[in-house]
């Protein structure tokens, strides 16, 4: 059998290549077309103007809704080690975790459906909710997978979660305080403006954040090779 047949691996696999498949296409197309500078445009920014704003939400959503079930199946993996009392994880934390990857991808669908150039408010409402949150649902998993050794994650497994949401936590200030100081507002750069160095560390920490959130769930891998999950029908009355 395949790696990608074994459990629900997949899944993670699918959101992981997806989910890059998203930025880097709709930054090729952006490019191609001339609406935003080859060198450190924000990840919004590449999607502003069609065609690839159109090809930006459509596979923006597709990886909300790969998210939402990654995050799903996650939880009720974890969920089932502690019933079978293989593991020692609060399950409040769990259901935390799960509610701020859950809101984290509802932010990634207003980013897809809200562009920056139409209602910024919104778009940015909903950016600052995918990185916030899902910042916090990364280190969340971190603890989680603490309590969960050695049946739910290994060692070495950890300290590679560690090290992926330590560099998204560390990103994300800059990405946030140097994107106060940028003025412009149009997609081109130019490197004399005054804002330009805060508009380069922004959005070059935007980008480590987004695939710092995006890779995490690739250590997912290997733990989800060893479980599925499967609907119930049952009739009432």
Sequence with gaps: ?????????ALPAFLVVWSSATFIVSYIIAI???DVDVIFPYISDTGVNP???????????????AGVATIYARYKHVDKLREDNRCDVNSCLN????????????GMCIVATFQE??????HDCGAMMFFLCGIVYIILQCFISFYAYPHGC???????????ATLAFVAFFPTVICAFYVK??????????????????????????????????????????????????EFEG
């Excluded at 259901?95 to 509802?106: D, N, V, Y």
């Design 32 to 34: 191609y077309n001339n």
């Design 51 to 65: 065609p690839e704003s159109c090809i930006f939400g459509l596979m923006t959503f597709i990886s909300a809704c």
């Design 1 to 9: 059998m395949y790696w990608f047949m074994q459990g629900l691996c």
């Design 117 to 122: 150039t139409t209602l910024q408010a919104v």
């Design 154 to 164: 290994s060692k070495n497994l950890f300290h590679v979660r560690v090290s992926i």
């Design 184 to 233: 412009q507002t149009e997609l081109h750069r130019h490197k004399d403006d005054k804002d330009y160095p805060f508009h380069v560390a922004s959005a070059v920490c935007e980008w480590i954040v987004a695939f710092s959130f995006v890779f995490f769930f690739f250590t997912y891998i290997h733990d989800f090779k060893f479980f599925t999950l499967r609907v119930e029908t």
């Design 95 to 106: 259901k935390t975790a799960l509610w701020f990857g859950e809101i984290s991808c509802f």
